[in-house]
């Protein structure tokens, strides 16, 4: 069965440092979508950024990239230069299309501290 | 102007009561959903709906019913509320139903006492 696995769940980083986050998922599908999303202590809920797996390069968003390896089914999210504004909970998610059907899960969540 | 909301942002209720929470959206997008995140802030879907069609119906107790007046709209209504149900509730929405981001909405923290 399709599973997102998210094996931190937190972490601690000094300010300005780079931060890797780590997630791996499960599917048979060859066609599904990475997502991954913060969650700050205010409870919302924010797109960072999405990886498709037919995707032949790693997405990126200012300071936030994604280090696809297919072949591992991992889906790690990268924070360049940390900031204290990045401490939250972190969600990475997969979508795929099921018997016609569209099927979401989401990780644990990792919860991540940027210490000043 | 906010793109997706929800109301109640809070919500306290007594067991066996019966409870909506609704959410609009005004971003034109044609898919919504409804989530649910438990204590340890697991996040699971429940419902999505294209175009007013229910196309994501995940294992919910029958106790909960969605209903999609229009596009912009997805309410959540729930009966004979149980201490489980107790959750924060997010409402989100998207353009299209493939692989495209998802705006949430702030959440509802029910509460059943």
């Known amino acids: 069965a399709q599973k997102i696995t998210q094996t931190q769940p937190g972490m601690f980083v000094q300010e300005k440092e780079a931060v890797t986050l780590d997630c791996t998922y499960d599917t048979s599908d060859p066609s599904y979508g990475l997502f991954w999303y913060k969650q700050p202590s205010s409870g919302e809920m924010i797109f960072l950024i999405y990886?498709?797996?037919?995707?032949?390069q790693n997405a990126t968003e200012g300071r936030y990239s994604l280090n696809f390896q297919k072949a591992r089914k991992s889906a790690n999210l990268v924070i360049s230069a940390s900031q204290l504004g990045d401490s939250a909970m972190y969600f990475c998610?997969?979508?795929?299309?099921?018997?016609?059907?569209?099927?979401?899960?989401f990780g644990q969540g990792t919860r991540l501290t940027i210490n000043p | 102007d906010t793109a997706v909301s929800q109301t109640p942002k809070y919500l306290v209720t007594q067991m066996g009561n019966d409870k909506s929470i609704k959410c609009e959206q005004n971003l034109g997008h044609d898919t919504m959903y409804w989530y649910k995140q438990d204590s340890k802030k697991f996040l699971k879907i429940m419902f999505s709906?294209?175009?007013?069609?229910?196309?994501i119906n995940e294992t919910v107790p029958n106790r909960f019913s969605p209903k999609s007046p229009d596009k912009a709209h997805l309410n959540l209504h729930i009966n004979s509320l149980e201490l489980g149900d107790s959750a924060v509730y997010f409402c989100a929405s998207s353009q299209g139903t493939g692989f495209t981001e998802q705006y949430f909405g702030p959440g509802t923290r029910l509460t059943v006492t």
């Open positions: 990886q498709g797996s037919y995707d032949q």
């Open positions: 998610a997969m979508r795929w299309f099921s018997s016609g059907a569209q099927k979401l899960v």
């Open positions: 709906y294209n175009n007013k069609e229910l196309i």
